[in-house]
Every structure is written in C-alpha cells, then in structure tokens.
C-alpha cells in the first residue's frame, strides 16, 4: 500500500473505556473521533477491523499507563503496527485546561502522524513479569514500614522505651511480645500492630 493509505489511530485507554481518534497520513486529513467504546479487547477488534476494511493500513499509538502493554502484546501478534508512546514527550498547551478522553485521543492522533511523539520500549513478558514482583515487594516493604512506624507511635505516646540495642531484631520482637498495656483497647492496638509487622515482615521473606 501507498503511504497515503496509512491511518494514524490514537486509543485513549481507561479501565472500562477506550476512546478512537483516527486520522489520514496526508497533512490535510482531517482528525476524527471514531468511537468510544468499552475497555475490553473485543470491541476494540471490531473497531479496527472496520477501519482495516476500508483499506487502510493502521498505525495505533495508546500513551504508556496503568492499562500496562497487554494492548500492544495484542495489537503485534496480529500484525497491526502499534506503539506506545511516554507521557513526557505529549506536548501540553498553555492555556489548555479543558481535558477529555475524547479530546486527547484527537490530539495524540495528530501528534502521532506529525511524529512528535516518543516511544517507549515495551518490556517482554517475562520481563513484565520480574518488575510486577519487584512491585510486590516494594509493597510488602513499605507496608512493613509503615506498620513498625505506628507501633514506635503507640509505645512512644504511652512513655515505653526499649532498652535493647537494636530494634526489630528477634530480642526486640520478644520484649514487645511480652509488652502489657494498662487499658484493654491499648492493648488490642498492640498486638494488631505487633500482628501487622510479623505478617509484612513474612510476606517480604517469602518474596525474597
């Protein structure tokens, strides 16, 4: 096919909708929003198939977001040229405040066919993989912090001090084990913190 019959096509990807703009590769085409449809991978077929129908020979961009790559992995198995472009290369209009899904979808196309945007490079799957288990510990480990923060809270806003030398260690664990509050509501909160280290703590061991 000729390059004319190129058809830059931007998806706006949110969980449950994805917004088409779509437009020609000739620099009079004109940017038209297509259809909003819902997040799943079956109207979106459906959607391009009619566009592919028409002649045209597509090129999809999405902007990289929490939506991940699936559509991309999706898109390239069929032979349909698609990219994922960074967030940091869509120029921002001053003045520009008034933002819709279906405003954006007809901007990215635009800026797709001038080539004013930039690509990422999309991890393979096992790759994709590691870092979804590099996030899960991050996870444990701040959720970890966060709950030796708040039991250093309650002990310090009760006047208990550990006379140990270092914290979190199995001697440490132990004494606050052993710990007995005044009132019974304290005590609770004790052991839900105390409870709430322990289970982050073995949660970070096991993904180690």
């Known amino acids: ?66 939506c991940g790559f699936v559509i991309w992995r999706h898109l390239r198995a069929q032979g349909i040229d698609c990219e994922v472009v960074a967030p940091s290369s869509i120029p921002k209009r001053s003045g520009d405040r008034v ?10 196309a635009r800026l797709s066919r001038s080539g004013d945007l930039t690509a990422v490079r999309v991890p393979g799957a096992a790759d994709e993989a590691v870092r979804d288990l590099a996030r899960s510990r991050e996870d444990a480990v701040r959720k970890c912090r966060n709950a030796r923060h708040r039991l250093k809270a309650l002990l310090l806003r009760n006047g208990i001090g550990y006379a140990g030398k270092s914290a979190w260690t199995a001697a440490h664990l132990r004494w606050l084990a052993t710990l007995k509050l005044e009132h019974a509501a304290q005590q609770i909160a004790l052991q839900e913190y105390l409870h709430a280290v322990t289970e982050a703590t073995a949660r970070i061991a096991r993904l180690e």
């Open 1 to 66: 096919m000729e390059k004319s019959s190129t058809l830059y096509v931007e998806l706006d990807v949110h969980k449950d909708i994805i917004d088409i703009a779509t437009v020609d590769a000739g620099l009079e085409g004109e940017v038209r929003h297509v259809v909003s449809l819902g997040g799943d991978l079956v109207g979106l077929d459906k959607a391009l198939r009619r566009l592919i129908s028409k002649g045209h020979r597509l090129h999809v961009v999405y902007e990289a977001g929490p």
């Open 99 to 108: 933002k819709t899904d279906r405003r954006d979808a007809m901007m990215l």
